[in-house]
C-alpha cells in the first residue's frame, strides 16, 4: 500500500493478514488460522465487556447512585463525583442489590469451590432471578414482536380487485393453515390430514431453503468484500 498515515498502512496490512489468516481454514486447519481466531475472540469479548460497561452498566450504576427522588432512610449524604448525593434511596437499594447478586454468583466459579464449596449453592439465587426475569422479558417480547403481529399479518381479505394480490393472499392462508398442521402431533396424521400435511410439508421446504438461499448469499457477499478489499485496499490491482 502507498500513501497514507502509518496507522492506515499497518492498519491495511493486519487488515489483509488476518483475512488471509482466516481463509487459510479452507485448506486445512493450521496455527495461523487458530492465532487469528484466538486474537478475534479474545477482542471481541474485550471490546464487548468495555463497550457494555461503559456504555450501559457504569450510567446505569452512576444514574442509580444519583437519584435521590425517593429516600428510604436518611443516614445523611457522600460525595459521589463532584455531587452530593444523599443515602439511601431506592436508586441505591437497586444498586446494592445487584451488587450482592453479583458478588453471590461468583460462587459459582470453580475455584470457589476448593475455597468454600459448603457455599457454592448461593450462586443459584442470581441464577434464578435472573433466569426468572429473562423468561419473563423474552416471553413478553416474543408475543409482543413475533406472535401477535403474525397472527394479525394472517388477517388478509381473500378476495380483492387485484387478481395478484388474491392468489397471494390465498397461498399465504394455505401456508400457514398446512404448516401449523405439520406440527399438529396429537393425532396420526391419517385420512384426509396426509395430503394437507404434505402441502405444508413443501412449504416448509420452500421457507427453509429461501433462507439458506438468502443466509448464502449473504455469506458471499461478505467474501467479495473481503476479496475486493485484498484486490484494491492491499494489493492496488483493482
Known sequence: MMGGSWAEV??????????LAILSLIIKENPVYRFAEHI??????GYGLMNAFNQAIWPQIAQGIRDSKYVILKLGTFNFLGQEVPFLTVGQLVILIGVI?????????EIFG???PHL???SLYPLAVTIGIGTGIGITAAFQGFIFPQIQATFLPLW???????????????????????????AEQKGIMRPIVSVGTVFIMVAFGASF????????SLLLGRIYFLLHNWLHLI
Open 10 to 19: 499497518l492498519g491495511v496490512w493486519l487488515a489483509a493478514f488476518f483475512t
Open 120 to 122: 457454592r449453592w448461593i
Open 114 to 116: 476448593y475455597i468454600a
Open 160 to 186: 380483492t380487485p387485484d387478481l395478484m394480490s388474491t392468489v397471494s393472499n390465498w397461498v399465504f392462508l394455505v401456508g400457514v393453515i398446512t404448516t401449523i398442521l405439520y406440527f399438529f402431533f396429537s
Open 213 to 220: 438461499g438468502y443466509t448464502v448469499m449473504g455469506r458471499i
Open 40 to 45: 478475534f475472540v479474545g477482542v471481541s469479548a
Open 101 to 109: 447478586l453479583g458478588l453471590m454468583i461468583l460462587a459459582k466459579l
